[in-house]
């Protein structure tokens, strides 16, 4: 007797895991077509299928599984020439804008999955641009002038709009299609931030090893955030920033220029023709037609300085004048568009919220003076950002400040007001800040030069002195050294530790310094002296007590090395007290014999 069918329905599980088996199936038979039918010359009409498949899937196995059966099928479509080249016949040209408009819709999946929620997924899809893309500048440059390499531009800019607009991912839009109630979370903030992993797999594994890559983002990336205000794209800056601020590598000779994404565009190019040949051409239209001879000594402030041979190797000639591929050989045009990157970035740093300003501008200026202002071409362009940054106060005022002196003792800037600027943040909030250590590196940097006033250092210090009466134990720590340093660096002031006729008594003290004066130049410090840090003598620290009995001492030593004072906090010197080896064991107990009578003891002691 045969078995009765079974009349229960099969479970959804099972149901699902059928229904992915069959969906993994035909995507391996749409491939197998599409594969032959490139070979052979016949329709290929199933990549469509093969589109909606993925456009469709339910699941991150299913769709990363279609994606890289996408991917291969457009190797071999674009290796076979079926997207460049000559147009034989109308019908030619009808299936290559076909097949251009489904690169483009598997473009456009590929860059929202970006910020897909699975991380696999979205590492995958910055693969498979990436592959694309030398795929596709190859075979632009064998249909083309095989002396003239090419690089797809126009993939490329999605690429990077991809990375700096972060648009949703289509998973995200069909999932919210798919549901029906109301009750939905709303977006997060966060969906248009460009995702850490996406980010640090794009910086390790492109942008700081290959540099027709970081030539082109860096020239893409300006002209983006140019066309994008803030108000339209508030997450373009943020996103530019992390990955400008990341970049840790940069060439600095013609020779270091060696590294390709697109190998074409690593053969020699052409030479350029001389500058004075260029500008006869038309040059950049900056320069009048019918320029008198007489007006060429304006062209020697626009040539680079004499450098050394090794460094005048490579390419030379105005960055304007040269094509694509001269410039990816040419030092001056990569830091060209280093500049402007970062000339379009740092206004909209500032268009946010006050706290988010702030955050931005602490991120750039940590890094503006060793990884930004060496690499641009005019360094002095950023000084009005800089400056601006300078009236946030606080930790951003003071690396504005640290950004502003290499400007002026590298670059030449002209700012006469620096050190009132420096003075005005010496407030009595500057000695409990957790940064205080950095302000302690920065200012004794900025006061290093022997040439600089003995009024404006007497200044500094005696400023510093007075704050030190309510400063906290480690403060006073890194402070006294500090002014030992700028004594011995700085002979003029020693007069200010042997004024001991100020300090004799309260109604005999005549300290002249002005503390409310702005200009460190008149607050007649150098007529005071550093009674505060006299005082220090007698700290209830021991640490204090025993670094402020130097000033009394001869001056024999040439100074102190800051980095031993200036990381301490109370808990490292509550740390030292507990660890430091007592050499005289204290007294813990009493001679009853030397106990004089009616003391007050025996109320608070019983005595056997």
């Known amino acids: 007797m045969p078995a009765r069918p079974s009349s229960l329905a099969s479970s959804p599980k099972k149901r699902k895991g059928r229904e992915a088996d069959d969906t993994v199936r035909a995507i391996q038979d749409l491939e197998k077509q599409l594969t032959a039918a490139v070979s052979s010359g016949s329709s290929l009409n199933p990549l469509a299928d093969l589109l909606d498949i993925a456009l469709s899937a339910d699941t991150a196995v299913q769709l990363s599984k279609a994606l890289y059966a996408l991917y291969r099928v457009f190797v071999i479509v674009i290796s076979r020439g079926l997207l460049s080249g ?61 002396k003239q390499p090419q690089f797809h531009a126009s993939h490329f800019r999605k690429i990077v709009a991809a990375l700096l607009l972060c648009p949703s991912s289509p998973r995200t839009h069909a999932a919210k299609k798919r549901k029906t109630s109301d009750s939905s979370p709303p977006p997060s903030a966060d969906a248009h931030v460009l995702g850490a992993d996406v980010r640090d797999h794009f910086i390790a594994t492109w942008f700081s090893v290959h540099d027709d890559v970081r030539w082109f983002f860096l020239r893409d990336a300006a002209i983006l955030i140019s066309k994008h205000p803030h108000a339209s794209a508030p997450q373009l800056a943020g996103n530019l920033l992390s990955i400008l601020e990341r970049l840790t590598t940069f060439p600095t000779k013609a020779s270091e220029l060696n590294a390709w994404w697109v190998e074409e565009l690593g053969t020699k190019p052409p030479k350029p023709k001389r500058s004075a040949d260029a500008d006869a051409d038309g040059g950049d239209g900056q ?16 040539d680079p300085p004499a450098k050394a041979a090794e ?3 490579g390419i030379t000639a105005r960055v304007h004048t040269l094509t694509i591929h001269q410039s990816l050989h040419s030092l001056a045009a990569h830091k060209a568009v280093f500049t402007r990157a970062w000339l379009a970035l740092l206004p909209q740093l500032s268009q946010g919220s006050r706290e988010g300003t702030r955050a931005s501008s602490l991120r750039v200026l940590s890094v503006l003076h060793r990884g930004v202002i ?188 800051m980095e031993d004072f200036l990381d301490h906090t109370y808990g490292t010197l509550f740390d030292t007290e507990t660890k430091r080896k007592i050499r005289k064991e204290p007294a813990t107990a009493l001679e009853v014999s030397v106990v004089p009578e009616e003391d007050g003891v025996e109320e608070l002691w019983t005595i056997s």
Not at 106 to 124: H, N, Q
Not at 287 to 302: C, I, L, P
Not at 411 to 427: A, H, I, K, M
Not at 484 to 508: C, Q, W
Request: aromatic content about 10%.
């Open 374 to 561: 060496p690499h641009l071409t005019r360094p002095i362009l950023i000084m009005d950002w800089v400056s601006s940054s300078v009236d946030h106060g606080g930790t951003v005022g003071l690396l504005a400040l640290n950004a502003l002196f290499t400007l002026m003792k590298d670059y030449n800037l002209d700012y006469p007001s620096f050190y009132s600027r420096l003075y005005g943040f010496l407030d009595r909030d500057v000695l409990h800040l957790k940064h205080r250590a950095r302000f302690f590196r920065l200012t004794e940097l900025f006061l290093s030069s022997t040439h600089l006033p003995a009024t404006l250092v007497a200044s500094f210090v005696k400023r510093l002195s007075r704050l030190s009466l309510t400063a906290p134990p480690a403060a006073v720590v890194m402070l006294i050294p500090f002014t030992y340093n700028m004594l011995r660096r700085h002979p003029a002031l020693m007069g200010m530790i042997h004024r001991s006729e100020d300090v004799r008594g309260a109604e005999k003290c005549t300290d002249g310094f002005d503390e409310h004066e702005r200009n460190p130049t008149q607050t007649n410090a150098l007529e005071s002296s550093l009674w505060e840090l006299y005082s220090h003598r007698q700290h209830y620290h021991g640490a204090v007590s025993t670094l402020g009995k130097i000033f009394e001492e001869a001056f024999t030593r040439p100074s102190y090395g």
């Open 287 to 302: 320069e009048d037609e019918g320029a008198d001879e007489e007006d060429d000594w304006r062209k020697f402030f626009d």
């Open 86 to 146: 000559p147009d034989a016949s109308e019908e030619a040209k009808a299936v290559r804008a076909w097949l251009v408009d489904r690169l483009h819709a598997f473009t456009d999946l590929l860059t929202g999955l970006l910020t897909d929620e699975e991380s696999s997924l979205r590492i995958s899809a910055l693969d498979i641009l990436f592959s694309l893309q030398k795929h596709l500048s190859s075979a632009l440059t064998r249909t083309g002038d095989p």
């Open 311 to 313: 460094e005048r190797k």
